[in-house]
Structures are given as structure tokens and as C-alpha cells.
């Protein structure tokens, strides 16, 4: 029996059936131990951007590494890379002038983003103000608070109320939030977390006028709209850095991680708008929550190089493309017997949903002996999220292969 617990398995399986061991990856392809390639359809779990094996990242880091690790970054210490991170990533913010709180992933910046909204209703001297609502699907993270407001159900089970004050809504009808609002009345309620794409509920695109409409709802209802940005961050999304840049959304808060370092080392960022912000930068008021690794010199040092490649290479452009690409190849799909319904056409996502949901893991291993890694999200949705590098051919080489993987 081997030692390694995994995430999300089935360990009976992994023990019985054993381990797919991932060995090295360039580009938009992986290999395994055995040396069997396989194109990355997930690009890791939605965050290779830049494609693996980037060596200019490699490097960054250990420049970086050599010269300081790391150093905390609680009072008033920081590093230089951290420092001119931090001034970077306010320039690409939808919002001007937001400031930057980093995290160690995406889950810290969703309960860290939690703690920010209530805490900040505290100093407009409004504490009542504490319902945080999350939406059905929804997924943000494993920490507690993120579990609690996320909107995955078997994610909750076993472990009894996980955080008081929590709702969910549906995920893809505005008028829910505002019956919400109306049940519960908005001064009760703190902020609504909203994912731009559900990811790993499923893959289900934003229903047209959605984001707007909710966007609206929070403005004009006095609750802080937090835009999850930990799948659709730093290109995702197609042509922008960020879907609140895309659609217009200025969110009060927005959680990201993944992208930005690429995967290269984990690392989280919250922009924080600065209505939000004021408080806290006054003088005499401590929000006190920070990570040891929140604005990792060597995470950020990674960041900012593959800022740098996404820049240079025209990525964001890149992955607008991959959205028609996407939609081209896939989209037949939808004829398939086997295939309920094929979900594409914003930014470099797809879902390919299951007529069957129950045939997803047999179909990610079928996928496999194709020369495809990919992954069941939801209920049976075979999740399409490449790196941007992918090239035209590699994705209709994709879609040949799930034809095939179909029968």
C-alpha cells in the first residue's frame, strides 16, 4: 500500500487500480512514468496558462531562491519582488487603485476574502451585516468558509454546520439572489460570491445577462459583489486578464491563484477595491489575518515571469482564439448519443457533459488510452480548460480523440 492520500479519490481505487503518475510535461503534452504522452486537456487543474516547462519561470525562481527564499510579509516587512508584484498586479486590476493581499491559493483568498466582507460591514459600523451567499455548483475552495458557501453538496457531507451564516442561491437565475435579498433583507447580508464560469461544478457557462444583472442587484442593495477569479483569472476567460474586466463587473473583492504563477509554486492573491480598503489603511485599524507564505519571494518571483510570457507572447489574444477553436471542434459533439450537451464558447473552457453522468470516470480513463488527460467535473462533464499555448491542430487532435473515446 503506498502512503500518499490523495484529493478527491476514491483510495480503495487509487490502492486496487493504482496511481496515473504524471512525470514530466512540455508545453501542451504530459508523460507518464512510462513515457506514454498525453495532451494536458486541464492544463493541471485549470492553471498551466503558460503551458509546462517553461524554463524561464525555472530560473526566475531559483534566482530568486538564491538570493532570499522568503521573509515574512505580517507588520510592516516584504520583499522587493513582492513589492513590485503587488504594484503590477494593481495596474491590471478592474477596479483602480485596488489593493493586494496575498495569499498561499486559492482557498485561503476565498476565506480570506470572507473575513474582509464581514469585517468590513463591522467598521461602516453596520455588524449585522454577516449572511455571506455563495450559489448552487459553486465551488470555492476547501477551507471552511469556502466549503460552507460553496454549492457542491456531497462537498459538505460528514461534517456537520461547517460556518453560521451562510446561503446559497441558484446558480444561474439573478432573480434567486434578489428573492434572497427580499427574504432576508439586504442589510443582513454581507456579500455574494460569484464564480464568472462554474468550474469545477460542472463547467456551465454564464447564462446571458447574468453577471450583469447580479452585479446590479449587489450595487444597488449595498452588498459587496466578490468576484471568484481562481479558475477564470489571468487570461481564462478570453482577451482580458480578468471576466470582471470582460464584463464589466468593478467586483469589490476578487479571489484569484492558479494563473497567476501558472502552477509554477502556489500562490494566491485578493484585490481588494479601495471602498473596501479605506478602512484599514486610515491608521489604527488592523485587519488581522495573513498567511507565512502570503507573498511568497519565490512565488512572486514566478508570477511576475509569467506575467511576463503571457505579455510577450500575446496570450490573453491567444486564448480568445482558443474560445471559437473550442466551440468549432467541440460543438459537434452535441449530436452524440452519449453527449447531454456541449458547453463552450467563453474563453479557453469547455464542458463536454455526459449523457450518463455515472460513465465519467470510465470515460477520463478511455480518454486516457487515447493520449488525453482530462477530468469529470460536476456530474459527468469532461472538463476542457487547456494551456494557451495549445496550437489549432492540438485541439482538433482533442475533440478527435473524445469522438473516438465516445464510440
Known sequence: MGSLWHGFADMGAVERDGAFVVARGEGAYIWDEAGRRYLDATAGLWFTNVGHGRREIADAVAAQLSTLAHYSNFGDLTAPVTQRLAERLSELAPVPGSKIMFTSGGSDSVDTAAKLARRFWREQGRPDKTLLVGRRLAYHGMHVAGTALAGIEVNHEGYGELMADTRTVEFDQAQALRTLIDEVGADRIAAFFC??????????????????????????????????????????????????????????????????????LPMGAVFVAPRVAEPFFGGGVWFRHGYTYGGHAGS???????????????????????????????????????????????????????ADPSEGPAMVKALRAEGVSTRSAGQGALQISPAFVITDEQIAELAAAIGRALG
Request: net charge negative; charged share 20%.
Open 195 to 264: 464564480e464568472p464560469i462554474i468550474g469545477a461544478g460542472g463547467v456551465y457557462l454564464p447564462p446571458e445577462g447574468y453577471l450583469t444583472e447580479v452585479r446590479r442587484l449587489c450595487r444597488d442593495n449595498d452588498i459587496l459583489f466578490v468576484a471568484d477569479e481562481v479558475v477564470t483569472g489571468f487570461g481564462r476567460i478570453g482577451g482580458s486578464w480578468f471576466a470582471s474586466t470582460r464584463f464589466g463587473l468593478e467586483p469589490d473583492l476578487m479571489t484569484t491563484a492558479k494563473g497567476l504563477t501558472s502552477g509554477y
Open 300 to 354: 512572486a518571483a514566478a508570477a511576475m515571469a509569467n506575467l511576463d510570457i503571457i505579455e510577450r507572447e500575446h496570450l490573453l489574444d491567444a486564448s480568445k482564439n482558443i474560445e471559437s477553436l473550442l466551440h468549432e471542434h467541440l460543438a459537434p459533439l452535441a449530436g452524440h448519443p452519449r453527449v447531454a450537451q456541449v458547453r463552450s464558447g467563453l474563453g479557453a473552457v469547455a464542458g463536454v457533459q455526459l
